[in-house]
């Protein structure tokens, strides 16, 4: 069954972390090898936060993020993390991820535009909110 899920948003305080992760079903995990995260603002297009590898763990932030975001998975490589410190108001959004196939590691790292993974899998998003 195709299927991905995203979890872990939620209310933080600037400043404070949260720990998105996207769960694939065994049957998407084993047809996929690309992995991307993406938030969404209400008005605007997504935009990718980070690409990620899923053979050999390399990854991509977005400049906007780098240096606060990270992304891992877990040993079962089913599941990928996204990992957000140092929270600002304007990370608020709803977080997607989506999974593809690509034939090479630079395919899916450069694909920086929401229009590259149109024939991906999505998850339904989690939101993320970051107040006072």
């Known amino acids: 069954q195709v299927h991905l899920e995203e979890s872990g948003g939620g209310s933080v305080q600037p400043g404070g972390s949260l720990r998105l992760s996207c769960v694939a079903s065994e049957y998407t995990a084993a047809r996929t090898n690309c992995v991307g995260w993406f938030r969404q603002t209400q008005g605007d297009e997504r935009a990718v936060v980070a690409t990620?590898?899923?053979?050999?763990?390399?990854?991509h932030v977005a400049d906007s993020v780098k240096g606060r975001f990270s992304i891992s998975r877990d040993n079962t490589m089913n599941t990928v993390y996204l990992q957000m410190n140092s929270l600002k108001s304007e990370d608020t959004a709803m977080y997607y991820c989506?999974?593809?196939?690509?034939?090479?590691?630079?395919?899916?790292?450069?694909?920086?535009?929401?229009?590259?993974w149109g024939q991906g899998t999505w998850g339904q998003g989690t939101q993320v909110t970051v107040s006072s």
């Open positions: 990620f590898w899923r053979v050999d763990g390399r990854a």
């Open positions: 989506a999974a593809r196939r690509t034939l090479t590691e630079s395919a899916c790292l450069d694909s920086l535009d929401f229009h590259d």
